[in-house]
């Protein structure tokens, strides 16, 4: 049995979950399918780094500022259908947007269709949820399992104004999901990486028994004392074998 697992010791982000995936894909494949998204004028950038001396891919959406635009879900839904990608890739691409706008249309009394993607609309979000949906498809995982995500304090600046940390949507998005304190100030998980996380994983605890066979690693845009970091590892399930005495 494949399995994908999330080491979410620093968090988890839109951008780090794809850098990390990438390890585990065809880049230049990806490339192909990620053209496929029906937005006008953006493109993709993807480079190494190093935190804490540790090596790791970066992925950073490049596109026009849009001034005042924001979408509504139907907007999102919209992009998604017309995008010349596989049914399994679209329907995984709107189920992460639906939960946002839930967890969003719940935060501000609003309906799910009322709600304004702010952060969550622009295109670079856009394209790190597709984008995320291409490569769980490209790595057809049987089971997906993530550890507890680590939960921060501080505060963040969003469209809404000041916010304290975790955001309150992400907060939303987390119910159901284990969680640890850490001793940094700051994001650490963003409503994009809470959204990515509750819809791909079935399970959270460790690391499930299993053969490794690729790891990645995808940095984060801050320095931390931690390496900012999202390892994911994709292995084969060892199964127990029942031993008759």
Known sequence: MKVLYFDCFAGISGDMTIASLLNHVDEEEFK?????????????????????????????????????????????????????????????????????????A????????????????????????????????????????????????????????????????????LKGIPVRSIDIEGELVTPTGAVIIKTLAGEFGGIPDMVIHSVGYGAGMRDLEIPNLLRTYVGEEEVKKNLKH
């Open 106 to 173: 719940k935060i501000h009394g609003r309906s799910v269709e009322e709600v304004h993607f702010h952060e969550v609309g622009a295109v670079d979000s856009i394209v790190d949820m597709i984008g995320t949906a291409i490569l769980i498809d490209m790595i057809k995982p049987d089971k997906i399992v993530s550890s507890p995500l680590p939960v921060t304090s501080g505060f963040v600046h969003t469209q809404h104004g000041l916010m304290p940390v975790p955001a309150p949507a992400t907060v939303e998005l």
């Open 32 to 104: 192909k399918e990620i053209k496929k998204i029906a937005l006008k004028d953006f493109d993709i950038e993807i480079n190494t780094t190093r935190k804490n001396t540790i090596s790791a891919k970066t992925f950073k959406v490049i596109y026009q500022e849009e001034k005042h635009h924001h979408r509504h879900l139907k907007d999102v839904k919209e992009i998604v259908e017309r995008s010349e990608l596989s049914e399994k890739v679209k329907k995984l691409s709107v189920e992460m947007f639906e939960r946002l706008a839930e967890a969003e």
